[in-house]
Nanobody, 123 residues
Framework: QAQLVESGGGLVQAGDSLRLSCAAS????????VGWFRQAPGQGREFVAA????????YYGDSVEGRFTISRDNAKNMLYLQMNSLKPEDTAVYYC????????????????WGQGTQVTVSS
């Protein structure tokens, strides 16, 4: 059974950095497109970033482009999100997700999801 477990969230101040991690198990991780989404209270799930199976292609949401960096380590079945220059509007629950085919990586129709990790950015 596929499982994704996020970690690394927390409370930080505006301008700080944070690194999220996602540990994958129960799936052929290196064959999946994986990504990060976030959801703030009262809002829908927003695309943050995605990375192709062999890291050839990276995708970012407009609101995080230039500040966040997605990466993966297929040998360790790990996904990462380095978040720099954090803003209060980045406050949300962050989810990692995996999909077996590319499709439109910005849509929420991923096959597997983690339980989420809270990121709170104070002003």
């Amino acid at each position: 059974q596929a499982q994704l477990v996020e970690s690394g969230g927390g409370l930080v101040q505006a301008g700080d950095s944070l690194r999220l991690s996602c540990a994958a198990s129960g799936l052929s991780f290196s064959t999946y497109v994986v990504g990060w989404f976030r959801q703030a209270p009262g809002q829908g799930r927003e695309f943050v970033a995605a990375i192709s199976s062999m890291s050839y292609s990276l995708y970012y949401g407009d609101s995080v482009e230039g500040r966040f960096t997605i990466s993966r380590d297929n040998a360790k079945n790990m996904l990462y999100l380095q978040m720099n220059s954090l803003k209060p509007e980045d406050t949300a629950v962050y989810y990692c997700a995996a999909r077996p085919t590319k499709g439109n990586v910005r849509l929420v129709d991923y096959a597997y999801w983690g339980q989420g990790t809270q990121v709170t950015v104070s002003s």
